[in-house]
T-cell receptor
Framework: DQQVKQNSPSLSVQEGRISILNCDYTNSMFDYFLWYKKYPAEGPTFLIS?????DKNEDGRFTVFLNKSAKHLSLHIVPSQPGDSAVYFC??????????FGAGTILRVKS | NAGVMQNPRHLVRRRGQEARLRCSPM?????VYWYRQLPEEGLKFMVYLQKENIIDESGMPKERFSAEFPKEGPSILRIQQVVRGDSAAYFC???????????????FGPGTRLTVT
């Protein structure tokens, strides 16, 4: 039972353009959402988060949007850089401390 | 300012042996989480511990797996009588207790890659 879904296994974007990574969830109890970035042979690195009381959070080149009615969130990276190439995981939590992760999206930024 | 430390980074065990994975949280963090990542999948929660207490072990397999976080020393994830299906990357994360009582973000270690032959 996948409660957090990242339906695009991979995404390829030209350097300087916008990268949009999408995530859907099914559990209405989730109230906190996070994005992590992961390089091969390393642990996930926290990028940005958003609480369910907000619909947008911005940090530099990274912006996360939350649409609660659609149970959908997205991560925008602009402008995209080659160093952004990695696997991006969406994660959610609700009322507890454990994170529920999506399967990840591989982002490739071409120079 | 060391991050979350995990050792060993790679561990090879034969079927039936025991695997011990260690995790030292970031300085000042008293909350530890273990996750497992199978190939082509996201991370799956296993267990959440505070010092000397297991808070949530809802993701732990019922048999052969155990975890502890003693008063002194690292957190240990122990897998007895390993089978091939235990081959995965095991990640530890830690978080601080915030002034308001909530928990801060989870910061992950580099993982231990367990291979069962």
């Amino acid at each position: 039972d996948q409660q957090v879904k990242q339906n695009s296994p991979s995404l390829s974007v030209q350097e300087g353009r916008i990268s949009i990574l999408n995530c859907d969830y099914t559990n209405s109890m989730f109230d906190y959402f996070l994005w992590y970035k992961k390089y091969p042979a390393e642990g996930p690195t926290f990028l940005i988060s958003i609480s369910s009381i907000k619909d947008k959070n911005e940090d530099g080149r990274f912006t996360v949007f939350l649409n609660k009615s659609a149970k959908h969130l997205s991560l925008h990276i602009v402008p995209s850089q080659p160093g952004d190439s990695a696997v991006y995981f969406c994660a959610a939590s609700g009322g507890g401390n454990k994170l529920v992760f999506g399967a990840g999206t591989i982002l490739r930024v071409k120079s | 300012n060391a991050g979350v430390m995990q050792n060993p980074r790679h561990l090879v065990r034969r079927r039936g042996q025991e695997a011990r994975l260690r995790c030292s949280p970031m300085k000042g963090h008293s909350h530890v989480y273990w996750y497992r990542q199978l190939p082509e999948e996201g991370l799956k929660f296993m267990v959440y511990l505070q010092k000397e207490n297991i808070i949530d072990e809802s993701g732990m397999p019922k048999e052969r797996f155990s975890a502890e976080f003693p008063k002194e020393g690292p957190s240990i994830l122990r897998i007895q009588q390993v089978v091939r299906g235990d081959s995965a990357a095991y990640f530890c994360a830690s978080s601080p207790r915030l002034a308001g009582g909530g928990l801060g973000e989870q910061y992950f270690g580099p993982g231990t890659r367990l291979t069962v032959t």
